[in-house]
């Protein structure tokens, strides 16, 4: 089965705090995303990046960067934590091309960060 | 730039009875997927069925099946026969192809709808 982990299932930090969200998937994939979900939001993309080295911003980037230095992992950093971004993070994975499911998403099973 | 839009927050239904949830999206392409993925309490996004946009026919999974409306832009997921385990939030979501967006294959999700089970 593919697994797409997240380091920490819940998180408390504290406003100006550097978080360091991290993403390991095993199943070689090119693609890695991190989504915010909110309720009544639904899950926003904040950064994504289909190779090594390489990242796009997403829908909402403003105060999250992002690493990914190996294909399997992929990290989110927020450089100074502020309360409004107290929310449910979601990591996942697909491949990258036209194959028999590339274009499925998988994901970790979240990161519930509250920031005080 | 495309937005995909659950219109109920909440649904509920009684257990072994149909449920529809609906899904609207915008795009101006014409080859793109669309997914259904179910988040239960254990917070795990399991993805339920996916339909291609080139492909007429509507996708089915078991008791999950899709009506999708292309013109009208519409995906909506019916659940037959609804048991206790299909309590969840369900999300719609939406990417382009790959052959068009070359590194660009991000999902773009709705709100959600949370569905109760009623025993």
């Known amino acids: 089965d593919v697994k797409v982990t997240q380091s920490s299932r819940y998180l408390v930090k504290r406003t100006g705090e550097k978080v360091f969200l991290e993403c390991v998937q095993d199943?070689?994939?090119?693609?890695m995303f991190w989504y915010r979900q909110d309720p009544g939001l639904g899950l926003r993309l904040i950064y994504f990046?289909?190779?090594?080295?390489?990242?796009e911003k997403g829908d909402i980037p403003e105060g999250y960067s992002v690493s990914r230095e190996k294909k399997e992992r992929f990290s989110l950093i927020l450089e100074s934590a502020s309360t409004n971004q107290t929310s449910m993070y979601l990591c996942?994975?697909?491949?990258?091309?036209?194959?028999?499911?590339?274009?499925?998403?998988?994901f970790g099973s979240g990161t519930q960060l509250s920031v005080l | 730039a495309q937005t995909v839009t659950q219109s109920q927050p909440e649904m509920s239904v009684q257990e072994a009875e149909t449920v529809t949830l609906s899904c609207t999206y915008d795009?101006?392409?014409?080859?793109?997927?669309l997914f259904w993925y179910k988040q239960p309490p254990s917070r795990q996004m399991i993805l339920v069925i996916r339909?291609?946009?080139?492909?007429?026919q509507n996708a089915t999974e078991n008791r999950f099946s899709v009506n999708f409306q292309k013109a009208a832009k519409s995906f909506s997921l019916k659940i037959s026969d609804s048991q206790l385990g299909d309590a969840a939030m369900y999300f719609c979501?939406?990417?382009?192809?790959?052959?068009?967006?070359?590194?660009?294959?991000?999902?773009?999700f709705g709100t959600g709808t949370r569905l109760t089970i009623i025993p």
């Open positions: 990046s289909y190779d090594v080295k390489m990242k």
């Open positions: 979501a939406y990417r382009m192809s790959w052959v068009s967006n070359f590194g660009n294959e991000k999902l773009t």
């Open positions: 795009t101006s392409e014409s080859d793109y997927y």
């Open positions: 996942a994975s697909s491949f990258r091309g036209r194959k028999s499911t590339n274009e499925k998403l998988f």
């Open positions: 339909q291609e946009a080139y492909k007429q």
């Open positions: 199943m070689d994939h090119e693609n």
